[in-house]
């Protein structure tokens, strides 16, 4: 190339040239490899077509210089173009290379997802071609008709095999009328597959048209709905079966929307004058009394709340009514919340029950009620006044009558006399006694006051009560306590007394001679006092022995009259031993006297017996302490006065003073001071309860003086009301002398500190 001119100057550019190009092709995807590779070559070709123009400029050849160096520059650009040209070529190839890959990879991803759809929705889609007949199934089809898809995908007539003739002909039908109308189309029908199941399959088809305007193959997609179609029957009859219920109940069924609207009404809404379906679509305030808006609003409120927890809520107001006779109707409802899967309340049922007649025998019930408070009220005035009025005169009549008897040198008849006259009003003290513990018992207001008492000694000063009776009527009376019982019991000594004093009055009563036996025996496994008292009297009839502890039953009609007695006594001793926690039974038979057995619930004590209750509880001590006391007795009755005067002067005491009306007292006390006041509670005017407050807080000198209640009004509520009062104690009328003078002696030489906490019991 650089020994000739001409021709094979160019000869050899091009085979440099060819050299090059197949470096830059082979080398190409390297640009350091290449540019290692070809620049030899190239530095060479450009020396020796330098080397030329020099030696043809020394040789005055100027065309041939110009020749050289053209050649040199054509050689680099033909180089340049073509490696230009290559390289972009290349960057195509590879980015056709990476869409084809990334298009690969989306239509499987495409064709996963849509497999997925298939599966989560329970379809399988398919194509036939008509012209070629050949179907394309998917995997979700091959399992709905339960096809192998390892082989060919079947004919349209393998298909149509699956379905019964009817369903076929249904089938075929459905194929032609897509080809002929050219528009989509749904079938439903019932096939059996191979396995022998029966399913309900569900087939929308389009046609796939070709350029020319026919059908060339037909693209559906079928799904299995057998189970949704199951459900929707299970749910049809169900809803059949709800409606047939809400339609023939009696009770009014409403479905209520959110907002208050009515969504279904039974037809028993027609016992409140309305139709059914005029009450759809309205609110269910607009047949509400406008006075229940509130808790009707209230109850919907509670049922439409945002709490998931399934509960009944329930309501009562009054519906109006349009039917005649009857404006508003109380209607009791119960309601539950329909709730959507995320748990929010979307609807309700309300079922409604008329009230009207409950409501009415409630209203009946409350008027009953207040009636019967009422009476129990004057009940209660009357008990109270009656005591008051039967008690006041039997003061004068026992206590002046005990005064009498210990008169000396008084005739032996009139000492008969005045025993009469004694055990006269003690009976009728007792008839008044029971009358007001029956009346307390069965009002439930008889409370309790349990505390320790020694067993064996409670007993004997019990029976010691009895002595002078028992003596009188050539009797004998024995006490045996069992060994093993304990020496101390809590219970209710007073009310126990009551029982077993009762019984042994009646003993004494029924028996003409012999031996009346008090036994006693404690069970520790229940801790129950048991007592038995037994006598060899005239006995009881069987069939009078149920009747004995009926209020105002006695055995016979007869006793009454021999015997006397209201029928009080063994009733109130059964509801006192079963108030006791216990109960009391009896063994009897005409002609060998009876047995009473009845027990308590009695804990055995440890502490010691308080030596002043069992003091006060014997009425036989009589006598005051030896100091005088200055003493206030208030009592607007004249013989009160003076049987009180008798009694404390009989007694040593000669600082009495007198009271007859609560101011009179009020103004005394205001004088001077006193050691004790005696108040009568019922005076005309001031009350005693009144003139007790007032000398509390008007006269500085007996602010701490003891207060004593001394009052015919022994009733419990009139005891707690002198207690606050102010009062200390309370003494009930008729008068006993030892329980005067033990209440006397415990309050003698006693200042309260402050009048609320004095002790009532003793100082």
Known sequence: MTGFDGPAQIL???????????????????RVRFWANVTPPLLSAAYFQIWSAVQSARAGNTGLVVTDLANLILLLLIFMMIRTAVINRRERW??????????????????????????????????????????TFSDGLYEIYGFDNRREAPTLQALADLYPETERARLLDFVVAVIRTQKPAQMEARCQLRDGRERIILTQASPEIAEGGEVTAILGVSMDITDTRSRETALAESEARLRLLADHVTDIVLWISAGGKILYASPSVEGLGYAPQSMVGQAL?????????????????RVFDDDPADRDLIGEFRFISLRPG?????????????????????????????????RELEEDLRQAKTRAEAAAQAKSEFLANMSHEVRTPLTGVIGFSTLLSETPDLPAQAHLYIRKVIASGEALLTVVNDILDFSKLEAGQLELDPAP????????????????????????????VAE???????????????????????????????????????????????????????????DAAGRLFQRFTQADGSISRRYGGTGLGLSICRQLTELMGGGIDVISAPGAGSTFTFTILAPPADAAVDEAMDSEASPTTVA???????ILVVDDLEVNRELLRALLLAAGQHGMEEASSGPEAIAMAMRQPYDIILMDLQMPGMDGFAAARAIRQLSKENAATPI?????????????????????????????????????NRWSGVRLQTPADADPRGA
């Open 12 to 30: 050899g550019m091009a085979t440099i040239s060819l050299v090059f190009a197949q470096k830059i092709v082979v080398e190409t995807l390297g």
């Open 94 to 135: 590879r980015k056709a290379n990476a869409d084809i890959a990334a298009s690969a990879t989306s239509a499987r991803e495409a064709h996963k997802i849509a497999m997925l759809a298939e599966q989560l929705a329970g379809c399988g889609h398919f194509r036939i071609d008509l012209k070629a007949e050949v179907s």
């Open 285 to 301: 305030a607009d047949y509400i009394l406008p006075a229940d808006y509130g808790a009707a609003t209230r109850l919907l409120n």
């Open 326 to 358: 009857a404006d508003e109707v109380w209607l009791e409802g119960f309601a539950r919340a329909v709730r959507d899967p995320s748990g929010r309340p979307r609807s309700a049922v309300f079922n409604f029950r008329d009230v009207t007649r409950r």
């Open 453 to 480: 008492f020694p067993l064996r000694g409670f007993l004997e000063d019990v029976a010691g009560l009895f002595s002078a009776q028992v003596e009188a009527r050539g009797l004998r009376l024995e006490v045996k």
């Open 484 to 542: 093993d019982a304990p020496q101390h019991l809590m219970a209710d000594r007073a009310r126990l007394q009551q029982v077993l004093a009762n019984l042994l009055s009646n003993a004494i009563k029924f028996t003409e001679k012999g031996v009346i036996r008090v036994q006693a025996r404690y069970d520790r496994v229940q801790r129950k006092l048991e007592i038995a008292v037994s006598d060899p009297g005239v006995g009881i009839q069987p």
């Open 624 to 630: 005051m302490a030896d100091e005088t006391s200055r």
């Open 708 to 744: 004593i209640a001394l009052s015919a009004n022994v009733l419990a509520e009139h005891v707690d009301e002198a207690q606050q009062a102010g009062m200390n104690d309370h003494v009930g009328k008729p008068i006993v002398p030892a329980r005067l003078f033990a209440t006397l």
